[in-house]
């Protein structure tokens, strides 16, 4: 399969690995870092430990074929510039798989690609983009796909059947605008916190005080997103986000990578649209609200 991964950072460059085992990968990415692949390739250290010769561009145009399946790994703020651009190499058999964090990315995608051509990566892998070339696996973690419509089934197992052929443990959803509220919530409730507090994940439950306030976070997120006709439990969710904190004890969540570097973050994509929400269906979004006041 001809993939293009566009977003070539941590886990964009990550994924871009895997793939690359059977199928075509081009990852698009920073100056510094195609650069560096190029000359040295991509090198992953922790959990996987290689160093591999990709292709790797700066800008879209330079792929001179019609992916089978372009995934976009920008952060949520440059989705639509970034689908924007991959029109120039993009055709109606392009099926777009978002692989992002954030609750707004497929209103952005579906402004340029049809509904039945997209589709959703959902995973808790860890990784942190060390410098130019390098990136950590730092964690093992969950992967889910899905759909928006049901009759790309057949793409979909192709996906599924594809990425566990390379590494990458994964199933096929059910119900995958839930598994994206459900990751939203699990994000607003550990990501902001860790940037803010400045620690890795592991530490807002070894701190008593961070974990009541994870708690708090996610009844709110949860009560916010029952309010959308989302039909989870607060009793399920904080099981699933204590679930991930443990999971990734040792990792530095994305945010709180941005947030250190001084580069923009995420919040607007996930606190600030459950803030949103409340607002739209008058629920309490206190705790939301002061984490997007902060940053």
Not at 4 to 27: M, P, R, T
Not at 29 to 39: A, S
Request: hydrophobic share 40%; net charge positive.
């Amino acid at each position: 399969m001809n993939i293009v991964v566009l977003g070539s950072g941590a886990i964009g460059s990550l994924f871009g690995y895997f793939l690359s085992k059977e199928n075509n990968v081009v990852l698009i990415g920073r100056k510094n870092h195609v650069n560096e692949i190029k000359q040295s390739g991509l090198n992953i250290k922790g959990e996987t430990n290689a160093n591999v010769k990709l292709s790797a561009f700066e800008k879209v145009e330079d792929v001179k074929f019609i992916p089978d399946l372009l995934i976009l790994a920008v952060k949520s703020y440059d989705t639509e510039n970034s689908i924007r651009q991959a029109e120039k190499i993009i055709d109606e058999n392009t099926f777009v798989m978002s692989l992002q964090n954030g609750l707004d990315n497929v209103d952005k995608i579906e402004k340029y690609v049809p509904r039945k051509n997209i589709s959703i990566c959902i995973t808790t892998h860890g990784v942190v983009f060390s410098k130019p070339g390098f990136i950590q696996h730092t964690g093992v973690g969950k992967t889910v796909v899905g759909t928006l419509e049901n009759n790309n089934n057949q793409f979909i197992k192709k996906i599924a059947k594809m990425l566990n052929k390379s590494g990458v443990k994964t199933t096929i959803s059910k119900n995958i605008i839930e598994d994206i509220w459900v990751k939203a919530i699990v994000n607003s409730s550990i990501n902001p916190l860790t940037a803010i507090f400045n620690c890795k994940n592991g530490y807002l439950l070894e701190n008593p005080v961070l974990e009541k306030i994870v708690e708090k976070i996610c009844m709110e997120s949860t009560n916010i997103a029952n309010s959308c006709k989302i039909n989870v439990s607060y009793d399920d969710m904080i099981k699933k986000t204590k679930e991930v904190i443990s999971d990734t004890s040792n990792n530095y969540s994305s945010m709180h990578q941005s947030f250190n570097y001084g580069k923009k973050t995420e919040i607007d994509s996930i606190n600030k649209i459950f803030v949103q929400k409340a607002e739209e269906n008058n629920v309490d979004c206190m705790l939301n609200k002061i984490i997007v006041d902060f940053f």
